[in-house]
């Protein structure tokens, strides 16, 4: 019996790669139980070839992928866009977690005011952390 081999995730392009860097914000789209799509805007991080992502455990989109791990994520600038689809890891480990939504944090955030209370708020809230690597991607980038 030949042993199961680790999936071939596509590679994000250079130009791809290049525009998911920047500090955008992502819309995730899930599954509502009744089938219906759920999209909500998040903050995320490249980690090699894919994207992670954290949200406050409660919210209806965390729960969806909890039942059902497929996910597509879109970053738009205009008409640009890198859209990442597949099934994503739940890391509900409450360090890393709370060490992802820190740095996400950090990059995203504008100036220094008010960071303090919110990494104080993210802290007193129970964090769940996604990890999309991508079966599926496609990008519209212009020159």
Same mark, same amino acid.
């Given at each position: 019996?030949?042993?199961?081999?680790?999936? *071939?995730? +596509? #590679?994000?392009? +250079?130009? $791809? !790669?290049?525009?998911?860097?920047?500090?955008?914000?992502?819309?995730?789209?899930?599954?509502? +139980?009744?089938?219906?799509?759920?999209?909500?805007?998040?903050?995320?991080?490249?980690?090699?070839?894919?994207?992670?992502?954290? #949200?406050?455990?409660?919210?209806?989109? +965390?729960?969806?992928?909890? !039942? *059902?791990?497929?996910?597509?994520?879109?970053? $738009?600038?205009?008409? *640009?866009?890198?859209?990442?689809?597949?099934?994503?890891?739940?890391?509900?480990?409450?360090?890393? #977690?709370?060490?992802?939504?820190?740095?996400? $944090?950090? &990059?995203? &955030?504008?100036?220094?005011?008010?960071?303090?209370?919110?990494?104080? &708020?993210? $802290?007193?809230?129970?964090?769940?952390?996604?990890?999309?690597?991508?079966?599926?991607?496609?990008?519209?980038?212009? *020159?």
């Amino acid at each position: 019996m030949t042993p199961p081999t680790a999936p *071939d995730y +596509p #590679s994000l392009s +250079p130009k $791809a !790669r290049a525009f998911l860097e920047a500090p955008r914000f992502a819309t995730v789209a899930t599954l509502n +139980p009744d089938g219906s799509a759920l999209q909500a805007v998040v903050w995320y991080r490249l980690e090699g070839g894919a994207i992670v992502f954290n #949200s406050r455990v409660g919210r209806l989109w +965390p729960t969806n992928l909890g !039942r *059902d791990p497929r996910v597509s994520i879109l970053v $738009a600038n205009g008409y *640009d866009y890198v859209e990442l689809r597949g099934s994503v890891e739940i890391d509900a480990d409450p360090v890393r #977690s709370h060490d992802v939504i820190a740095g996400l $944090a950090e &990059r995203y &955030r504008e100036s220094d005011d008010g960071g303090e209370e919110q990494l104080a &708020r993210f $802290a007193a809230e129970a964090r769940v952390t996604f990890t999309l690597r991508p079966t599926r991607i496609f990008e519209r980038l212009s *020159d």
